[in-house]
């Protein structure tokens, strides 16, 4: 009987604005445990202590002036709806300086062979699981060196609605009882195709649309998406001798795989105003 590996987890999350609000969650919850092994960032390293200054400045603050977007777009390169959302709903995240040693920059690809070879050195010593909230597709030997135990954040209700923009893309097709199906957020298991992996948990939004636009719905989603990763890993470092399993889903309920070349401005103006006429239709 071979020895029993210590357990570990790793986050690799985006360098997006919105991804903030997660690292600072996970940290916050899981960095001061033994199975902390660091979190991996999809980016480089690029004006990483100016974020960390402006996001320690500005923590909690929910309005925000022209020039300090305009400061925050030129830290991250872009500012998307969903994530002026979130700054309005639940304030800027600070960032926590004392992550800063724990991070790893992987450029902008996470496939590369240094990436292979750190995965497969970490795997060798730890029973790992990786958790992940990226919009990278990640190689098979990902699943191969880990068995499987990757765990992704998606910001809608699985299996209706997969792939990128899932929210926003099903606000587009204007059905308000398949959007209220599809609005909230799920965590799964990671397999070789798109966000069809067994799913842990799902949670939905009992009324989308009491919010007041499409991007506040959205912001809501990530939070729950957030959530529920960052509590699984909890549950992992509190129940160590569990394995935690995921439903398969019925192929036949599973929901369209909604790519991100298909979304354009033109469907980001449309999902606005459907999600606003689903919203009257409902008063």
Partial sequence: MGTKKTKAQIL????????VYLIKKWYENVGHTTSFKGIVIRDTQENSQQKVQFHNEHSGKKL???????????LYGTISEAEKSMVSLYGIPS????????????????????????LKNVTREYDLTVYVFLDQILKPWW?????????????????????MYAIENMA??????????????????????????????AVRIKDPFHYESIWEVKAASYQLAFELLVNQAKQEVENPDLHY?????????????????????????????????????QM
């Fill in 143 to 163: 699943i191969e060196y880990t068995e499987g135990n990757i765990i992704n954040a998606h910001s809608a209700v699985l299996p209706y609605a997969r792939g």
């Fill in 12 to 19: 690799m999350t985006e360098g997006s604005f919105h991804a």
């Fill in 245 to 281: 399993v995921g439903i398969k889903c019925d192929v036949n309920i599973m929901g369209e795989n909604f790519l991100s070349k298909n979304f354009n401005e033109g469907k980001k103006y449309l999902a606005e105003d459907q999600f606003l006429s689903m919203k009257k239709s």
């Fill in 172 to 201: 587009v097709k204007g059905n308000s009882k398949d959007f209220q199906k599809a609005a909230g957020a799920s965590i799964h298991f990671v397999d070789n195709g798109i966000d069809t992996g067994p799913i842990i948990r």
């Fill in 64 to 74: 925000v002036t022209e020039n300090e977007w305009d400061e925050l777009c030129a």
């Fill in 95 to 118: 960032y926590p300086a004392d992550v800063i040693p724990h991070i790893h920059y992987g450029g902008h690809s996470l496939n590369h062979d240094d990436m292979e070879n750190f």
